[in-house]
């Protein structure tokens, strides 16, 4: 077993605007999305510079509808060092598609991205991590469509997404014909009987930074890497206000984005990190 000086975690950005988040869903229709000020770019550039300055690669699930009119940026990405991987089309949450719809977002959005990089995108990550009970035949669609791991299932209880009895920790869920998918769960510790969230987003915002280290080290400690996971509009405080109450009746959208960068910089300095295709050893 690896100590948690030696372990290496997975780090990754879902590529996604200020406004295409699930929150804004019932305010900000996806016909419109053209309509609002795009700030992904000069985000994700931020995040890359500071990636740099700390000598950490990672990977970027990014969502295609920005690659097809900013492929610049996934160039940017690639350009850098860093993993290109999927986070489907249109961010619609996969347990309100069909099979169907959801086989051709991601269809789609692989194939984007291998024509802007060249190279083979080997994961996905689904919005909103909607890989729940009643999307887990997703995974099956996943595999089908040549994908060799995902990252989507959080093993918690919550309103928006979860799969509580999820396994914790990186596995295989499909093996046929010499290939497999990998699950990659986003990463919890557990303390008292239950899986307390960790990973990054909302988590890495809302509660204090020592919260975010003591669980990845616990986790470490097991021997298992974790995943960190961040936003490119979580580092950016300036961006537009918009009222919503989201889809549990609240919102944390807003909540934290100062001392995001702050939190992002300590814990990529006091861990180390790698794209999460080197963690599982698919690069």
């Known amino acids: ?54 000598g950490v690669k990672g990977t970027f699930f990014v969502l295609t509808w920005n690659a097809e009119r900013h492929p610049e940026i996934v160039q940017r990405i690639a350009a850098a060092g860093h993993e290109i991987a999927s986070h489907g089309y249109a961010h619609r949450l996969i347990y309100e598609q ?14 984007t991205l291998e024509d802007i990089t060249g190279t083979p995108v080997l994961g996905y990550r689904a919005p909103s991590f909607s890989v729940t009970g009643r999307s887990a035949w997703a995974l099956g669609v996943l595999f089908e469509c040549g994908y060799a791991y995902d990252s989507s299932v959080f093993p918690i209880r919550d309103a928006l997404y979860g799969l509580p009895t999820a396994e914790r920790f990186p596995h295989v869920i ?76 609240f919102s944390t959208h807003y909540v934290g984005l100062r001392g995001t960068e702050a939190k992002l910089r300590r814990v990529l300095r006091d861990f180390r990190f790698a794209p999460i295709r080197d963690v599982l050893g698919l690069g």
């Open 1 to 54: 077993m690896a100590t948690a000086g030696e372990l290496v975690n997975g780090f990754s950005v879902d590529v996604e605007d200020w406004y295409q988040v699930a929150d804004f869903d019932a305010v900000v229709a996806f016909a419109d999305w053209d309509r609002y000020e795009s700030r992904v770019g000069r985000n994700t550039d931020r995040i890359l510079v500071l990636l740099d300055e700390v």
């Open 98 to 111: 069909t099979p169907e719809t959801f086989r051709a977002d991601v269809s789609r959005a692989k194939a």
């Open 174 to 249: 499909h093996r046929r014909d010499g290939r497999g998918l990998w699950e990659f769960p986003i990463t919890t510790t557990r303390l008292a009987g239950r899986n307390l969230p960790l990973g990054g987003g909302g988590w890495l915002r809302v509660f204090p930074y020592r919260y975010m280290c003591w669980g990845m080290r616990r986790v470490n400690r097991e021997g298992q890497p974790a995943v960190v996971f961040v936003h490119p509009w979580e580092i950016d405080p300036e961006q537009p206000r918009m009222r919503t109450s989201g889809r549990r009746g």
